[in-house]
């Protein structure tokens, strides 16, 4: 039962890194440590089924372990979440296509043509702001029309700080919390912030129930 334990953990963390080492045009609508779980979970549950011979609990433990180690995972480990989960990343800026980017997720330029068509969108040019998400797809801000406001740009998200949609307005970490500092709030306090380079939007998490 240890030894199962043991391979089930290996095997889990392993598919994982792999999964993220393959980049995320490998992936479809999930998420890398949903796929894994999935994939898995699949297979575990098909061992009784195959060795008739075996306990139920070789099949049972395995898939407990695997969604335990995915729920705490995300849940409870931040750090290790952004690592497995991963996070959105900018891939068009002001109608400019970011290629150092684009090589560090192995996608070319043939597959972000072929992603904006699919929003309906013929040139970068007409992408204020274009992101990959963690589960591969794209989605993408158009351009300011006839003097209109600029679409809304996250700047912090639950705790997670979008550097480089603070460099894009010549900001740093500093004037961000120069910024929660004027309305009164903290980097924890925040669960999202978004801006415009006029404007601001800021909703602060609910306040834990007393007792809690």
């Avoid at 089930?8 to 479809?28: C, D, E, P, S």
């Avoid at 998420?31 to 011979?53: G, K, M, R, W």
């Avoid at 700080?161 to 929660?180: P, Q």
Wanted: overall charge neutral; some cysteine.
């Amino acid at each position: 039962m240890i030894s199962s334990v043991v391979r089930t953990v290996l095997v889990y963390l392993a598919v994982v890194v792999a999964m993220r080492l393959m980049g995320k045009r490998q992936l479809g609508e999930l998420q890398p440590a949903e796929l894994v779980t999935t994939l898995l979970i699949s297979n575990v549950a098909s061992i009784c089924i195959d060795e008739p011979d075996l306990p139920l609990s070789a099949s049972l433990v395995p898939i407990f372990l695997i969604t335990a180690l995915n729920s705490t995972l995300v849940w409870f480990c931040p750090k290790y979440a952004q690592l497995l989960l991963g996070k959105p990343v900018t891939i068009i800026r002001n109608g400019e296509i970011l290629q150092d980017e684009l090589a560090q997720l192995r996608i070319t330029a043939s597959d972000l043509a072929e992603a904006l068509r699919g929003k309906d969108i013929f040139s970068p040019k007409d992408v204020y702001w274009g992101v990959i998400e963690p589960n591969g797809s794209i989605t993408a801000a158009p351009m300011p029309q006839d003097g209109g406001e600029p679409p809304m740009l996250p700047l912090l998200i639950d705790k997670a700080v979008y550097k480089e949609n603070l460099a894009f307005f010549g900001m740093d970490t500093a004037a961000l919390d120069a910024l929660l500092r004027r309305e009164q709030t903290t980097r924890e306090a925040v669960l999202l912030l978004l801006y415009n380079g006029k404007k601001s939007i800021l909703i602060q998490k609910k306040a834990a129930p007393k007792g809690a």
